[in-house]
T-cell receptor, first 116, second 110 residues
Framework: EAQVTQNPRYLITVTGKKLTVTCSQNMNHEYMSWYRQDPGLGLRQIYYSMNVEVTDKGDVPEGYKVSRKEKRNFPLILESPSPNQTSLYFC???????????????FGEGSRLTVL | QKEVEQNSGPLSVPEGAIASLNCTYSDRGSQSFFWYRQYSGKSPELIMFIYSNGDKEDGRFTAQLNKASQYVSLLIRDSQPSDSATYLCAATDSWGKLQFGAGTQVVVTP
């Protein structure tokens, strides 16, 4: 089954404790991206990657890191989480490698993160 | 000012009626427009995309694009309770990035 898998789905952590949210897709997609979704603000892009070893900042990259060592994986790293990073996070992938025509984005099920 | 604006709703629609959702965008360089549906607690899923001015129909859904006025709309005909969800409008900006609106909540009442 074609899918984007995120883990963990739910996480409660404390300020400053490093965490990683994994994202894996089995569709051989070149384009992958991380979003956060907050009430009233919609989906905001954190980072995206157009291919292996190619990553770029989205609209709200502060406090986050990513890596793209393999085509299928795109982990999101919070080196020192803070309460303002409490949010619902979505990983997404797309077959098309150019952001101009992102085509259909396939989203993971979401990871709800709470930072105390 | 947000790049993509939507009325947050909720938009209450009687079952069988037409739901009309509007979206405006600020970047005149936007080229591609998308409507995603998001059920509560679930991830967004693409239901329509439109690139050219005019109407595009897909089943009960019709997307309308007017680049001169910088708005895109979604019509849902014969609304069903299963259409109750939040609808996200998205547009690619001049840099090619996909910008999402905050979404419009639609509630279809029996």
């Amino acid at each position: 089954e074609a899918q984007v898998t995120q883990n963990p789905r739910y996480l409660i952590t404390v300020t400053g404790k490093k965490l990683t949210v994994t994202c894996s897709q089995n569709m051989n997609h070149e384009y992958m991206s991380w979003y956060r979704q907050d009430p009233g603000l919609g989906l905001r892009q954190i980072y995206y990657s157009m291919n292996v070893e190619v990553t770029d900042k989205g609209d709200v990259p502060e406090g986050y890191k990513v890596s793209r060592k393999e085509k299928r994986n795109f982990p999101l790293i919070l080196e020192s989480p803070s309460p303002n990073q409490t949010s619902l996070y979505f990983c997404a992938s797309s077959l098309l490698g150019t952001p101009i025509n992102t085509g259909e984005l396939f989203f993971g099920e979401g990871s709800r993160l709470t930072v105390l | 000012q947000k790049e993509v604006e939507q009325n947050s709703g909720p938009l209450s629609v009687p079952e069988g009626a037409i739901a009309s959702l509007n979206c405006t965008y600020s970047d005149r360089g936007s080229q591609s427009f998308f409507w995603y549906r998001q059920y509560s607690g679930k991830s967004p899923e693409l239901i329509m995309f439109i690139y050219s001015n005019g109407d595009k129909e897909d089943g009960r859904f019709t997307a309308q694009l007017n680049k001169a006025s910088q708005y895109v709309s979604l019509l849902i005909r014969d609304s069903q309770p299963s259409d109750s969800a939040t609808y996200l409008c998205a547009a690619t900006d001049s840099w090619g990035k996909l910008q999402f609106g905050a979404g419009t909540q639609v509630v279809v009442t029996p």
